[in-house]
T-cell receptor, first 106, second 113 residues
């Protein structure tokens, strides 16, 4: 089983922020939290990663709780093209869970 | 475009056959990873190579094997194919450290009839 658990699906209105949660309560001190997304059957696309601190890049923000047992991926202004399956994984564990299917609606 | 290339894009074969999938990593990356994604399933890590040596093993069947060549490209060999081996096979590459970002290729869709 994967080290992460995520909701199966979520909806978000276009233009609003999408907040995707992930639990990783057994994460080790040297393991990173990575987020990828997969659109249809394309290769997973890297989004963002972090160890302890919150991170932001041009695609998203990553908020990691102080105890590192959970995190939230934030897409600040979701668009229809953000509809995808989002995977939260712990590296170097490399066990992907089922991910969250995010549907952005007009 | 991640910079990782995989060939072929599609492969159709029969049960009992053997196929080889090829992956070229991003320029400068030393690690190659192989993943399997069956229909409507998540990604299953199969195996990782680093600079020609096997570094980590996941849920890889004994009928499957992989190698990484001196030019760093990698091949995944699947033999005695079964219907259940039909899946998308993704290759990813990363740098030196186990925690470096993995960049995925477009995948090879294998159909076993």
């Amino acid at each position: 089983d994967a080290k992460t658990t995520q909701p199966t699906s979520m909806d978000c209105a276009e233009g609003r922020a999408a907040n995707l949660p992930c639990n990783h309560s057994t994460i080790s001190g040297n393991e990173y939290v990575y987020w990828y997304r997969q659109i249809h059957s394309q290769g997973p696309q890297y989004i963002i990663h972090g160890l302890k601190n919150n991170e932001t890049n041009e695609m998203a923000s990553l908020i990691i709780t102080e105890d590192r047992k959970s995190s939230t991926l934030i897409l600040p202004h979701a668009t229809l093209r953000d509809t995808a399956v989002y995977y939260c994984i712990v590296i170097p564990d490399m066990r992907f869970g089922a991910g969250t299917r995010l549907t952005v609606k007009p | 475009d991640s910079g990782v290339t995989q060939t072929p894009k599609h492969l159709i074969t029969a049960t009992g056959q053997r196929v080889t999938l090829r992956c070229s990593p991003r320029s400068g990356d030393l690690s190659v990873y192989w993943y399997q994604q069956s229909l409507d399933q998540g990604l299953q890590f199969l195996i990782q190579y680093y600079n020609g040596e096997e570094r980590a093993k996941g849920n890889i069947l004994e009928r499957f094997s992989a190698q990484q060549f001196p030019d760093l490209h990698s091949e995944l060999n699947l033999s005695s194919l079964e219907l259940g081996d039909s899946a998308l096979y993704f290759c990813a590459s990363s740098g030196r450290d186990l925690t470096d970002t993995q960049y995925f290729g477009p995948g090879t869709r294998l159909t076993v009839l």
